[in-house]
């Protein structure tokens, strides 16, 4: 006997992506149910660089790599590194990657990550000051700066690559990085400017602070672990550790944890692996810069926060259950030295490991599927903050069976 549906539908994942889609759907009338195995935000949305990325419209690999990879697999404080323990099952899943570097699949996965990049700022924007909370977002821009005279073909190259995709960028000489950032290095040759981005002074605060106003249009939270679920006539029943939720329709959003779930509902065995990201919280570094900082050459990003300065970055392939590796949060450390006229203070820093959800082709599943009894918004990579507000009112338009022509990159059956 199939039970009567508790709630219209359940939200399983209370990341950011999954808590805007809670707002989102609660707000357009349904009864919604939010769960997770535990509080809202402390998941990936914890500890991301809370930078708005929107000029980062390339896949993550591109045919570049490859000529780079031994390099970096042997570095271990590189910005990339494999567990050699999880080659074998990562195998498969890097194969499928590199196939997805031809050059047609590649131009796709950049269309569908431009696509979404470009609605971005306004759907924050929109977001934010919905809940009265926009000062949250600062829209000042960012910045990649380069060392090396050699590095200035790699920037003018990347700027022409990003010019070609539509995205503002300024190419910024070394006297105009000092006026704008005078705490950085005087021996900063330049960079790129990219004045459509800016950051986020606590994710972490901006997920709760959505979660208050999900609360407030009444969204019901259960904190319970989700181990699978069947759908039926009447919508769908998923199996917790609470025991069991019956509700209209799912919305899978748990990240780097979605594919088990997936694959149960739906049949589709989801290429989904995880990218493990590290951040290290400087506490006594509120006034360094203006806007968030990227090296060129040391591949890691700076955020300034309301906390302090977040020091993020560094690609990690280890799978969900290995220990993290504290010591790469601190290898972030030891990269910001000589990007400062004076070297940045760990006194007090706080290391921490997130994981990310990363499908082949660098691209999210937002998608509506099993007669619409399943939603679908996961797999985002580093590109879940960003993202998330507008995947939210995507998530709500197929709810209300309103998905159109610019959705179809991100269905489920593309696997």
């Not at 404080?77 to 099952?89: Q, T, V």
């Not at 050699?150 to 006297?175: G, H, I, N, Y």
């Amino acid at each position: 006997m199939v039970e009567t549906a508790e709630t219209d539908i359940a939200v399983v994942g209370a990341g950011i992506v999954g808590v805007a889609c809670a707002l989102q759907l609660a707000r357009q009338g349904h009864r919604v149910t939010l769960v997770d195995r535990q509080a809202p935000g402390l998941g990936a949305s914890f500890g991301n660089a809370g930078h708005l990325a929107t000029e980062q419209v390339f896949p993550i690999a591109d045919l570049s790599i490859l000529k780079r990879l031994p390099r970096m697999l042997l570095d271990p404080m590189g910005p990339l590194r494999l567990d050699w323990k999880y080659l074998p099952k990562a195998m498969p899943w890097f194969t499928r990657l590199l196939l997805n570097l031809r050059p047609a699949p590649f131009q796709r996965s950049v269309a569908g990550i431009r696509t979404l990049n470009e609605g971005s700022l306004g759907a924050w924007q929109r977001l934010l000051g919905s809940i009265g909370r926009s000062e949250l977002f600062q829209e000042d821009g960012s910045l990649l700066v380069f060392e090396k005279p050699e590095s200035r073909q790699a920037l003018e190259a990347l700027r022409t690559r990003m010019q070609q995709q539509a995205v503002p960028v300024d190419f910024w000489s070394a006297e105009t990085v000092r006026e704008a950032a005078p705490q950085l290095s005087p021996s900063l040759l330049g960079g790129l400017f990219f004045p459509r981005t800016g950051h986020f002074i606590d994710p972490y605060q901006v997920v709760c602070e959505l979660f208050e106003a999900a609360k407030a249009s009444g969204v019901r939270f259960v904190q319970a672990q989700v181990d699978g679920g069947q759908l039926h006539s009447a919508g769908v029943s998923l199996a917790s550790d609470q025991g069991m939720l019956n509700a209209r329709q799912v919305l899978v959003s748990c990240g780097a944890h979605s594919a088990k779930l997936t694959a149960a509902l739906t049949g589709t065995r989801v290429p989904l692996d995880t990218e493990r990201g590290y951040h290290l919280m400087l506490p006594g570094e509120h006034q360094r810069l203006p806007f968030a900082v990227t090296s060129l050459e040391r591949k890691f990003i700076m955020t300034p926060m309301a906390e302090g300065l977040r020091l993020a970055g560094t690609v990690e392939f280890a799978g969900l259950q290995a220990p993290p590796s504290m010591q790469r949060a601190w290898q972030l450390h030891r990269l910001s030295k000589g990007l400062f006229r004076h070297d940045l203070s760990a006194e007090g820093a706080t290391p921490w490991m997130g994981f990310r959800p990363s499908l082949l082709d660098s691209l999210p599943v937002i998608d509506r599927v099993c007669d619409g009894r399943v939603l679908l918004a996961f797999g985002h990579q580093h590109l879940g903050l960003t993202q998330a507000a507008v995947t939210a009112e995507w998530v709500g338009r197929l709810a209300e069976q309103a998905g159109g022509p610019e959705m179809g990159a991100y269905r489920l059956d593309r696997f």
